[in-house]
């Protein structure tokens, strides 16, 4: 799977899953630009991954986006592989919900459930807006800058980071259920309408993941909860995400259009 010449870009590459995605894409033979909002993060990672380029943008932010596509291009020549990958998790909402979520659990072991988790009728406007406006909204204004680039060139890939809660629907969560199931039906569209131009469109939806996202929103019990609902008895790590995500941008997946696929230890088998 060489990816020796290439140009890569990857939001949210400051950690977790897209700082490993960096360093594997580097490990390939791309050259990687960071895209992320944490200067401090994107600049460690740009070191990470030998030569690479950090980048800050929000990527909520359309202007920003396509300003940080310019940068990329100017550095390191015309993106062959661009990432969507920066995400948030529920902040005040989580903080919210963790208590009821916990107290269910607690139920649960009881042998019945009767705690309400009052998640969406708690939820403000903000929570839902910011939630959509990162990944949704962020998704297509990457997607759409890399396209332009891409298809004027003649070809290019991109991989969209959503989920199983895009799947699945994640209970207490609907704002991110809702975001990454638009990116799955978003990239479905766009993969079809842009692979007649050379652009290879696709999405992976991970199950859980040990990073800063499970771990600084869910507490100890929850994971304990999430793991033992994982068929596999574990968190996955960054790395083997990054190992699919480095496959859909690889010519080794040149037959993938529009697919998801979703590495996530057996907690959603499709
Ligand atoms: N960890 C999991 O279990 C899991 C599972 C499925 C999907 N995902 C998805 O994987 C992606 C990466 O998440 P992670 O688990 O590595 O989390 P993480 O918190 O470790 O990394 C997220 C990165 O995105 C950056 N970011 C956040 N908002 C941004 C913005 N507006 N603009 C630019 N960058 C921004 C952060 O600074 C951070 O570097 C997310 O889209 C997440 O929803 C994670």
Known sequence: MSLSGKVAAVTGGGSGIGEATCVRLAGEGARVAVIDIDAGTAGLTAKL????????????DSAAVDSALETVEAELGPVDIWVNNAGISGGAHSDRVNPRAEKQLAEMAEGAVATPLEALVRMTDEEWSRMLAVHLNGTFYGTRAAARSMAAKGGGTIVNVASICGIEGCTGHPHYSAAKGGILAFTRSVAKELILQGV?????????????????SLTEPLVGAVVMGTPQGRLGRPEEIAATIAFLASDDASFFVGETVSPSGGFVTV
């Open 200 to 216: 290879r469109v696709n999405a992976i939806a991970p199950g859980f993941v040990e990073t800063q996202l499970v771990t600084g």
């Open 49 to 60: 991954a030998g030569e690479g380029l950090a980048v800050i943008a929000d990527v909520s």
